[in-house]
T-cell receptor, first 109, second 114 residues
Framework: RKEVEQDPGPFNVPEGATVAFNCTYS??????FFWYRQDCRKEPKLLMS???SGNEDGRFTAQLNRASQYISLLIRDSKLSDSATYLC??????????FGTGTRLLVSP | NAGVTQTPKFQVLKTGQSMTLQCAQD?????MSWYRQDPGMGLRLIHY???????DQGEVPNGYNVSRSTTEDFPLRLLSAAPSQTSVYFC?????????????FGSGTRLTVV
């Protein structure tokens, strides 16, 4: 079983919409996670860290559900610039972060 | 701070040639690593280092060598390039900040082996 699984998408949403992605993970010992965004042909950039208490940064809210072993990312008031691939990454703490293929988001005018 | 700098940005090699991809960071990060990303796939770890003089293999190390003589630099050497090594290569660095190992990535090197 893969360490993390994400719906590859693409999720097509209009500007201003609210969109949510889920990421399921297999290692119940995982304590925290990262959400990265990757623009086409660019490097991944850290969006936010997710701990048991969740995290909110402006239009972005991340939650961790340990009972069901999933992490969610909610984007409110989507912007065209939010179009990217969003990667859910378990924080293994061993400097060997495992990146999946992520979920692709397309925001249209 | 420049962050993580990778050179070159683009490179075309002939099969059998060798070359070194450079990676430098100016954030005094202990940890550095190399990933490759093939079209439609996630990043795969090639090699990583937890400090100067210490390196270890990742998921796909064959055909690549690394060394870490200084904290700042972590070059990746392709010993004898093969078409299967055509990929985008990303270098990343990180440090421990309250248990958060968030990575900073370089902008990548796009390598084509013909």
């Amino acid at each position: 079983r893969k360490e993390v699984e994400q719906d590859p998408g693409p999720f097509n949403v209009p500007e201003g919409a609210t969109v949510a992605f889920n990421c399921t993970y297999s290692n119940s010992a995982s304590q925290s996670f990262f959400w990265y965004r990757q623009d086409c042909r660019k490097e991944p950039k850290l969006l936010m860290s997710v701990y048991s208490s969740g995290n909110e940064d402006g239009r972005f809210t991340a939650q961790l559900n340990r009972a069901s072993q999933y992490i969610s990312l909610l984007i409110r008031d989507s912007k065209l610039s939010d179009s990217a691939t969003y990667l859910c990454v378990p924080n293994t703490g061993f400097q060997k972060l495992v990146f999946g293929t992520g979920t692709r988001l397309l925001v249209s005018p | 701070n420049a962050g993580v700098t990778q050179t070159p940005k683009f490179q075309v090699l002939k099969t059998g040639q060798s070359m070194t991809l450079q990676c430098a960071q100016d954030m005094n990060h202990e940890y550095m690593s190399w990933y490759r990303q093939d079209p439609g796939m996630g990043l795969r770890l090639i090699h990583y280092s937890v400090g100067a003089g210490i390196t270890d293999q990742g998921e796909v190390p064959n055909g690549y060598n690394v060394s870490r003589s200084t904290t700042e630099d972590f070059p990746l050497r392709l010993l004898s390039a093969a078409p299967s090594q055509t990929s985008v290569y990303f270098c990343a660095s990180s440090r421990l900040v309250g248990g958060n190992y968030g990575y900073t990535f370089g902008s990548g090197t796009r390598l084509t082996v013909v």
